[in-house]
């Protein structure tokens, strides 16, 4: 039998067009049910002033009329949820948010979102005009709870700020046991009716041995 050349791999391939890849049309992402219907909507990036303003709105919680849609069933229950936090909490965060959004003002920086080397900064500022820790931390709870219900990433749990607060904390009291204990002195009475020439034991306390 006569013998046959072997043909190439490349010849028992038949030949192909260009692949052509076809991709779906472009569909618009789904919302986030948390933020829609919000009114007015969220001020991420505007100033301090816009911020301020939309905050003491959304910390008031008001439950809006209800009329049966979908958006004010939303903006009800995100009310209800930060009713959730007590009356006088929430006036306490909306104080330390117009002090975070005054001091943003002063020195041209973004409030929403913020950066944590900002957060850690005012932080210390507060401690230099005289605040207590207690006013504070509650500075810090408020511009955590400004960045959540915006929706955004919390800058105060960085280690930038906790370290800050670490730093402004009162140091412990020394434990009892390494404090310096002293004899309570000598009476002034008992000091004067003992003369400096009496001997240590009186005469009549002397044993004679026969």
Known sequence: MPHRPARSETANRPAHSPRVVEYLPPQRLPEVPALVGS???????????????????AAAAAIPDHDATLPTARRAALAYARRATAH??????????????????????????????????????????GRSVTTIALRR???RYLHFIAGCAVPT????????????????????????RSSPPLPRSSARSWPRSAPTWPACATVHCC
Not at 39 to 57: N, S
Not at 89 to 115: E, F, I, K, S
């Open 88 to 129: 006088n909490t929430r006036r306490a965060y909306r104080a330390g948010v117009r002090a975070w959004c005054d001091w943003c003002d002063d020195h041209t920086l973004p409030c929403l979102p913020a950066n944590a080397a900002d957060v850690a900064a005012f932080l210390a500022a507060e401690r230099g005009r």
């Open 141 to 143: 709870a408020a511009i």
């Open 39 to 57: 009114v007015p909507p969220i001020p991420l990036g505007q100033t301090p002033v816009i911020v301020r303003d939309w905050f003491d709105d």
């Open 157 to 180: 749990a960085e280690a930038a700020v906790s370290a800050t607060m670490a730093g402004l904390q009162p140091p412990p009291p020394r434990p009892a046991s390494c404090r310096r």
